[in-house]
């Protein structure tokens, strides 16, 4: 295969996946990503996050809780969301453009826990990736988020319609 038909068979394989992702519903979205990338340590769907207390992380081959879940649980499953929906990885420059994205879209909504989270990335964002972080900030003031909708209905949404109304 020559260079050409490589890329060519890449882009088609990489357009049908878009394809496949737009049409699915966010839960099914959400489940796939706390499976894949151990989101929520201890748990494979929403369902089984849902009932978690505590935000845990993995030490070793041990769960050890960090955070009760109870003040952020709804933002933190919408925040989950938004990095499926604008492609912002979950590494600490990820977490810090995400940040800047859900500040300049509307921020946290009534959760002051997770404002000052938020405000928290975005200030570590602007010392260790000021461009990125801006970049992320000038794309979300153009955009709105999901933190003041209910979550049943985000669930229940396709991934091609809440990244319409959410402008991205």
């Known amino acids: 295969m020559h260079a050409k038909e490589i890329a060519s068979s890449y882009m088609v394989s990489y357009a049908f996946a878009l394809l496949r992702v737009n049409q699915m519903k966010i839960e099914a979205i959400?489940?796939?990503q706390i499976a894949h990338f151990d989101l929520c340590p201890g748990a494979t769907t929403i369902e089984q996050w849902s009932r978690k207390t505590w935000l845990e992380?993995?030490?070793?081959e041990r769960l050890v809780p960090i955070f009760p879940l109870w003040p952020i649980r709804d933002s933190l499953s919408k925040h989950d969301i938004h990095h499926v929906l604008t492609?912002?990885?979950t590494d600490i420059r990820g977490e810090s453009e995400l940040a800047a994205w859900e500040l300049g879209s509307g921020g946290c909504h009534l959760n002051i826990i997770f404002w000052i989270d938020r405000v928290s990335f975005f200030f570590i964002g602007l010392l260790t990736f000021p461009i990125a972080t801006l970049r992320a900030m000038r794309r979300g003031i153009q955009c709105r988020n999901l933190f003041s909708r209910q979550m049943d209905a985000i669930l229940d949404a396709e991934v091609e319609d809440i990244q319409r109304e959410l402008k991205l």
């Open 87 to 89: 492609g912002y990885h």
């Open 30 to 32: 959400l489940n796939e």
């Open 57 to 60: 992380t993995r030490i070793g």
